[in-house]
């Protein structure tokens, strides 16, 4: 049992490169969560998936795109990267909305230069 | 809107105990309590529900009190373990996720 994996867990890209952060967890989750956390900063979110085929955007959307792809797995799309986006990534899962504990997975280290 | 963490900082001996509080302007359905530890993910420590429910840690407690819209996490009898940055979330009714404080950061020292 795996639990939260996130892939990869360092990137650093160039200003105006694309990418996807991949998240996939084993728990069979209805749930999912993108966060970003800056430096002495708290979990700010960024999209979240409340099941399977839903996406709806949290604190945080501009410049990123998300794909529910089926229960198991969420993904994160910069389409162009800025330096204001470097920060940590966390993908989190949950059986449910808001009466059941989220599990993170290890985060992905992201530098745009 | 963003929950308010008081205080932003605490240094404790071992077997010390602490107290990090959590408020909110807007009525609360749900606070959830996560650990952080440097460089690692944050953990699951405690949900509170509005009408007293209450799953978590068997060593640490917490309180939520309704009217306040405030959530107490109480740290008895410190451990070199609990050292790491404390986080709450809070959840209204009406919506679908969480929303963190900046974090409290508790230091246990021998």
């Known amino acids: 049992n795996a639990g939260v994996t996130q892939t990869p867990k360092f990137q650093v890209l160039k200003t105006g490169q694309s990418m996807t952060l991949q998240c996939a967890q084993d728990m069979n989750h209805n749930s999912m969560y993108w966060y970003r956390q800056d430096p002495g900063m708290g979990l700010r979110l960024i999209y979240y998936s409340a099941s399977e085929g839903t996406t709806d955007k949290g604190e945080v959307p501009n410049g990123y795109n998300v794909s529910r792809l089926n229960k198991r797995e969420f993904s994160l799309r910069l389409e162009s990267a800025a330096p204001s986006q470097t920060s940590v990534y966390f993908c989190a899962s949950s059986e449910g909305r808001l009466t059941y504990e989220q599990y993170f997975g290890p985060g992905t280290r992201l530098t745009v230069t | 809107q963003q929950p308010v963490q008081s205080p932003q900082a605490v240094i404790l001996r071992e077997g010390e105990d602490a107290v990090i509080n959590c408020s909110s302007s807007?009525?609360?359905?749900?606070v959830h309590w996560y650990r952080q530890k440097h460089g690692e993910a944050p953990v699951f420590l405690m949900i509170l529900l509005k009408g007293g429910e209450q799953k978590g840690h068997e060593k640490i407690s917490a309180s939520f009190n309704e009217k306040k819209q405030q959530s107490s996490l109480y740290l008895t009898a410190s451990q070199l373990s609990y050292s790491g940055t404390y986080f709450c979330g809070t959840g209204r009714l009406s919506g679908s996720r969480l929303t963190f404080g900046e974090g409290t950061q508790l230091t246990v020292n021998p």
């Open positions: 807007k009525a609360l359905y749900s």
